[in-house]
């Protein structure tokens, strides 16, 4: 990993959140290390500011979404599963309770919505997000949401609440883009400063 220069360590903030790769190698805890020692902020169910405008960042998880969202039933390891998922939606409904600004992004891995993965299997739509990090969304009126994981789904997409989701995922980002840039900009509107 290149070493991030220390002006730009100072003057970018950069933030993170962990996807299903960064647990691949079992080695989440050296992922994180190299993160955050190159200046990286890494959310995992915390919550920062930055020029007024605060983020709060999880990984999420699978489960399905709506009427379809796999509940905790049967067997030991599907409860297991969906405790996994529950636990993600509350340390994301955490990090947004901890905010005290009128703008909030919420930075995920996994989709809190269907709209956003659009594109991919149907089949594997349960394993690319959940709908249980959604409630949280439009809970906190969450100015904008941020996820990956899905390189086959859909750009945009908006919570049941108006919520705008962005699926940045490198396939999507590549297609959406005219110049097939790798990065997207979104531009939050300015909050008065009070006099």
Known sequence: ???????????????????????????ADQVHK??????ITVLDGGACEIK??????????????GERVLEPWGET??????????????????ALA?????????????????????????EVFAFLGCSRLEESLDRYAVTAAIHGHAHRGSAEGRTKNGVPVFNVATGVMELASADHHRYRILELPVEPTPS
């Not at 003057?11 to 299903?20: D, E, K, R, T």
């Not at 190299?34 to 200046?39: A, E, F, K, V, W």
């Not at 703008?103 to 991919?120: D, F, K, W």
């Open 1 to 27: 990993m290149q070493e991030l220069s220390p002006v730009l360590k100072k003057s970018i903030p950069i933030l993170a959140v962990f996807g299903n790769h960064e647990f691949e190698s079992g080695k």
């Open 98 to 122: 901890r905010l005290r600004t009128s703008q909030r992004v919420a930075l995920l891995h996994y989709a809190p919505i269907p709209q956003t993965i659009a594109g991919e299997p149907p």
């Open 52 to 65: 007024g405008i605060g983020f709060a960042g999880i990984k999420g998880f699978s489960g399905g979404f």
């Open 77 to 94: 390891v599907i409860k297991r599963f969906v405790h996994e998922a529950v636990d993600e939606a509350l340390k994301l409904e955490s």
């Open 34 to 39: 190299i993160l955050t020692s190159g200046g």
